[in-house]
């Protein structure tokens, strides 16, 4: 778990958010909100089943915490584009590591001559093995209006990933995001981070791993 403290921050993060006032103070305070809105899941983080108590959305299963931000972001969504649909919330480690497995058996279908190692890291620019997707959270849900990779509008895309802020959302895996999150861009991967955390990440044009980084140092 991320340890937020005032005094470990430094100066500039402060001076950084000069033009979102009121926002800085909510993003750096430590307290136990913060902890479950920013934890981490990814492959150098990697969490055991965490159980959250889920509550139904739709097709989906999400954080009971979390469930008028998920409503409201997908009604706003929705009035952007009516194809938008939800595709992916709250997943076991179970069914994680089957979804993952099914992955790799594809892309050796795909492509005979790759050994399972070639297709593993293929398979890991979009998804993550067991223990390490945040969709174990319940705070990540896949939402878009086409079920395949990165083929949504651009302008559909953009819209969508600007409004998500006001609903505590981040897109997770921006187009400048790959180096430090070490997955390719997706324009359906969306995050719960609270709202002041995802309006900071967001004007800053972080990850959540920077964002993170930064925070600790
Ligand atoms: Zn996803």
Aim: hydrophobic share 35%; net charge negative.
């Amino acid at each position: 778990m991320v340890q937020i403290s005032n005094s470990t921050v430094p100066s500039s993060l402060s001076s950084d958010t000069s033009n979102n006032s009121g926002d800085a103070q909510s993003v750096l305070q430590t307290d136990s909100k913060s902890d479950w809105q920013l934890v981490l899941v990814n492959l150098n983080n990697k969490k055991s089943e965490m159980n959250p108590k889920l509550v139904n959305i739709g097709n989906i299963q999400m954080d009971a915490r979390i469930q008028k931000n998920v409503e409201d972001f997908f009604t706003a969504a929705k009035a952007v584009d009516p194809k938008v649909h939800l595709i992916s919330g709250y997943r076991s480690v179970e069914y994680q590591s089957h979804l993952f497995s099914s992955y790799v058996q594809q892309t050796m279908t795909e492509n005979p001559s790759w050994t399972e190692a070639q297709a593993t890291s293929e398979v890991m620019t979009y998804s993550q093995p067991s223990e390490s997707s945040e969709h174990e959270t319940g705070l990540a849900m896949d939402m878009s209006t086409v079920d395949s990779l990165n083929q949504e509008d651009p302008n559909v895309a953009s819209q969508i990933a600007a409004i998500a802020p006001r609903y505590g959302f981040i897109l997770r895996f921006p187009t400048w995001g790959q180096k430090s999150t070490g997955i390719e861009y997706e324009d359906w991967h969306f995050r719960y981070v609270g709202e002041a955390n995802a309006k900071y990440i967001t004007d800053n044009h972080l990850t959540l791993e920077e964002f993170l980084d930064k925070l600790s140092k």
